[in-house]
Nanobody
Framework: VQLQASGGGLVQTGGSLRLSCVASGGTFSRNAMGWFRQAPGKEREFVAVIGRNANIIYYEDSVKGRFTISRDNAKNTVYLQMNSLKPEDTAVYYC??????????????????WGQGTQVTVSS
């Protein structure tokens, strides 16, 4: 699976962005899909995951109530709607595909395919 993320940009505190990740070259609907982020000087961290049929969704605690992950299997696309953005959300955001639907969804090494990343910058 090849993944292409987009939708990042510069936004003020309190603003919103919607990230998209389009998959090609595989069977998108079979994969759990995750979003991770990496800030400068920090490790890549889990943000959200959505199961194959959107029946399972988990979020990292700091984004609960502000971010929403969704998917459209007909369009081979996963989304991350980000509202009430804060400066600490500034990072490169990556989408990732988990072919096996791992129990350890928060671990980056459980994902087999990654997009190239899209920069999100939140100004204070």
């Amino acid at each position: 699976v090849q993944l292409q993320a987009s939708g990042g940009g510069l936004v003020q505190t309190g603003g919103s962005l919607r990230l998209s990740c389009v998959a090609s070259g595989g069977t998108f609907s079979r994969n759990a899909m995750g979003w991770f982020r990496q800030a400068p000087g920090k490790e890549r961290e889990f943000v959200a995951v959505i199961g194959r049929n959107a029946n399972i969704i988990y979020y990292e605690d700091s984004v609960k109530g502000r971010f929403t992950i969704s998917r459209d299997n007909a369009k081979n696309t996963v989304y991350l709607q980000m509202n009430s953005l804060k400066p600490e959300d500034t990072a490169v955001y990556y989408c990732a595909a988990d072919y096996q639907g791992s129990y350890y969804y928060w671990r980056a090494n459980e994902y087999e395919a990654w997009g190239q990343g899209t920069q999100v910058t939140v100004s204070s």
